[in-house]
Nanobody
């Protein structure tokens, strides 16, 4: 299984970005997919989680601004980020956790930089 994230970049505060993660290989159901982020000098932080039944969970710092979605047919995981703040600057990574095999997969990160 491979995950390939894209869509990062430089944006001004208040702007928007959409991250996408393309998934190849077989992930069984049930499964959970998520976006994490890590800023310099900080721990990895859960941004948003989505189950394969569509249930979502968001980190407190992004609630109301970010939206996670998935397209099981297209095998993609997206993160719509609105009203971005400088503190959202981080490397964002997509992950998938196969709850049948208990395998956990990470994609390479994509840099998001928000200027003030």
């Amino acid at each position: 299984v491979q995950l390939q994230a894209s869509g990062g970049g430089l944006v001004q505060a208040g702007g928007s970005l959409r991250l996408s993660c393309a998934i190849s290989g077989n992930i069984f159901s049930p499964n959970v997919m998520a976006w994490y982020r890590q800023a310099p000098g900080k721990q990895n932080e859960m941004v948003a989680i989505i189950r394969d039944d569509g249930v979502t969970i968001y980190g407190d710092s992004v609630k109301g601004r970010f939206t996670i979605s998935r397209d099981n047919a297209k095998r993609t995981l997206d993160l719509q980020m609105n009203n971005l703040k400088p503190e959202d600057t981080a490397v964002y990574s997509c992950t998938a956790h196969d709850l049948k095999t208990f395998n956990h997969y990470w994609g390479q990160g994509t840099q998001v930089t928000v200027s003030s």
